[in-house]
């Protein structure tokens, strides 16, 4: 079941689901009036949609594993996510949360491992173009390490991997990523059918 809405619109906001899982939930500590809009939202959205348990506390820590890599708690947002993770079963929604992983190693500067993440995400959704767009930045700064070292061929090859994960990209979404559409442009890597 896909629950495309709540994973992309309600995801940061307040958990009124905690006696779905122990401890208290990450996001109970903020009390505005855009969380508890949110929380009512998603209640709602969690009461018509048929979910299982299992389904709503993997919401739960995906969720509290939002939050906290927004505010930089990297170890706790992966702790949350690969919870998230073992409970999820619907390919779409894993998508997401691999994504969501991929961010942080990425984050880290570990990007051979954010690269791994990114990939198992578009293997279970391939209409993810910020996983491309993402892909696409590590290979190009990836090239633009090798050019400052004089490795020429190298750097080629990481700005060709670029241009293609870009052009990927701009297909799924014509209207984003202007500066990688520019750097095509002008590198001569343009693709002319995303243009």
Same mark, same amino acid.
């Given at each position: 079941m896909h629950r495309k809405f709540y994973w992309n619109g309600i995801i940061l906001y307040k958990d009124k689901y905690k006696n779905?899982?122990?401890?208290?939930?990450?996001?109970?500590? +903020?009390?505005?009036?855009?969380?508890?809009t949110f929380t009512v939202l998603a209640d709602i959205v969690l009461k018509v949609l048929p979910t299982s348990k299992e389904e709503k506390q993997a919401f739960c820590y995906y969720r509290d594993g939002m939050s906290a890599q927004s505010e930089g708690e990297y170890a706790e947002a992966l702790e949350n996510y690969y919870e998230a993770l073992a409970l999820e079963e619907d390919p779409y929604d894993r998508s997401y949360i691999l994504y969501n992983i991929g961010l942080?190693?990425?984050?880290?500067?570990?990007?051979?491992?954010?690269?791994?993440?990114?990939?198992?995400?578009?293997?279970l959704n391939n209409k993810l173009p910020?996983?491309?767009?993402?892909?696409?930045?590590?290979?190009?700064?990836?090239?633009?390490?090798?050019?400052?070292? +004089?490795?020429?061929?190298?750097?080629?090859?990481?700005?060709?991997?670029?241009?293609?994960?870009?052009?990927?990209?701009?297909?799924?979404?014509?209207?984003?990523?202007?500066?990688?559409?520019?750097?095509?442009?002008?590198?001569?890597?343009?693709n002319k059918k995303n243009f």
């Amino acid at each position: 079941m896909h629950r495309k809405f709540y994973w992309n619109g309600i995801i940061l906001y307040k958990d009124k689901y905690k006696n779905l899982r122990t401890g208290m939930p990450r996001l109970q500590k +903020n009390d505005n009036f855009i969380d508890k809009t949110f929380t009512v939202l998603a209640d709602i959205v969690l009461k018509v949609l048929p979910t299982s348990k299992e389904e709503k506390q993997a919401f739960c820590y995906y969720r509290d594993g939002m939050s906290a890599q927004s505010e930089g708690e990297y170890a706790e947002a992966l702790e949350n996510y690969y919870e998230a993770l073992a409970l999820e079963e619907d390919p779409y929604d894993r998508s997401y949360i691999l994504y969501n992983i991929g961010l942080i190693y990425a984050s880290n500067g570990e990007h051979i491992k954010a690269l791994e993440y990114y990939h198992q995400a578009l293997e279970l959704n391939n209409k993810l173009p910020q996983a491309l767009n993402n892909i696409a930045v590590i290979y190009h700064y990836q090239g633009l390490k090798a050019a400052d070292k +004089n490795n020429l061929n190298i750097s080629k090859t990481m700005f060709d991997k670029a241009a293609e994960y870009w052009q990927q990209a701009i297909y799924l979404a014509p209207n984003n990523y202007i500066e990688a559409q520019n750097w095509l442009k002008t590198t001569g890597r343009t693709n002319k059918k995303n243009f």
